[in-house]
Structure formats: structure tokens, C-alpha cells
């Protein structure tokens, strides 16, 4: 059996969808920022996993480096505070940033009780190379917009987030 064109036919349907003659429906989903938001999320992070292959980190991890290094010297809890990220969560992350040699604890000056986060020499190292690859995977999940749509689009992602 050949399909148009003389290419090969594809092969008969099977099951349920086969009895099918239209293509199946998402109902109302489409018209759903969350479910639009949460389509989009899922194909930026496999996006930024494809661009950090052999890198071994998350947007998370990245996002804390980032925190970290613009604000050396904060503690856990200000760190979690900013990110939103629960305590316990917070602790793990900075366990494996430590761990890997990227995150120093050092005693708090003013505070016995808590650590200041800091970024050691091969955190900001690695941090500069992943900032070089965020960068790269940025400009291509946005590559369909022009600069003024991306502006726009962030502005509106940040005012959906603060009244969410």
C-alpha cells in the first residue's frame, strides 16, 4: 500500500484511537496559562539538561550559585527566604554544593548560630561557565522572540508569579 507521493503508507491504526477520526482533543487545557506554563517549564528544563549534559547540574543548584555569588555571606535561611526553597531542601542542596567543592559555610559574623554561604575559587569558576551556557540556552529557548517580546514576556511571567 503506498500513501501520496508514492511514499510508504503509514501503518493502520490500532486500539481505541483507530476508531478515531478526528485527532484527539485537550479540551480547555490550551486556554490554561498553568497547563500552558507547565508545558513550557517541562521543555526549558529539558532544554537546560541538553545544554548542562556533562555538567551535572540542575536549574536549581544553578539558581543558588547565582543567589550565592550575588550575595556572599548570606545565611541558609536568608538563601531559602529568597528562593522560596523550604529548609530542609535548602540544607540538601547546600550539603551537595559543598560536597562538590563549589559552596564554603563559614561562621556568621554576627550570628554563632548560622553559617555565611560563599562561593569557593572552583564555584566561581564553575559558576562563570555555567553562566556562558545559560546564556547560550537562553538565547535559544527564546530564539522566536525579538528583544522587546521577551522583555514583555518576562514582565508578564512576573506579575502572573506575584499574584499567583
Known sequence: MRGRKGEPAAPPARGPAAQRREPPRLGILPELLGYQLRRTQI????????????????????????????????????????????????VAVIDRLERDGLVRRLPAPNDRRSHALKL????????ALLERRVAAHERDIASGLSAEERKVLLSLLARVAKNA
Request: hydrophobic share 45%.
Open 43 to 90: 521543555a526549558v528544563f529539558q532544554n537546560f539538561s541538553r545544554a548542562m549534559e556533562s555538567l551535572d547540574v540542575t536549574p536549581g543548584r544553578f539558581g543558588v550559585l547565582e543567589v550565592i555569588a550575588a550575595n556572599s555571606g548570606l545565611s541558609q535561611s536568608e538563601l531559602g527566604a529568597l528562593l522560596g526553597i523550604d529548609r530542609s531542601t535548602i
Open 120 to 127: 569557593s575559587e572552583k564555584g566561581a569558576v564553575t559558576l
